[in-house]
């Protein structure tokens, strides 16, 4: 399956989960919000959303400052 995460295209296994693909990626405990074709999935439901192919994933970070 295709997705793009961040602007960049990748390939991974069908039916994968948010958390799964965080994992995958090596950035599970740097994200603190994501977007699925501009919506956000909330983290209680990361472990069950399954996007489609095809689907713009944004992984957000927050940084303080001020």
């Known amino acids: 399956m295709k997705l793009v995460v961040n ?12 958390s799964q ?4 990626l090596n950035i599970e405990d740097k994200v603190m919000a994501v977007a ?3 919506e956000i999935v909330k983290k209680d439901n ?4 399954t996007p489609k192919d095809g689907s713009k994933i ?9």
């Open 7 to 18: 602007g960049k295209e990748i390939e991974t296994n069908n039916n994968i989960t948010i």
């Open 21 to 24: 693909l965080l994992k995958e």
């Open 36 to 38: 699925v074709n501009m």
């Open 46 to 49: 990361w472990s069950s959303f």
């Open 58 to 66: 944004e992984l957000l970070h927050f940084v303080g400052g001020g």
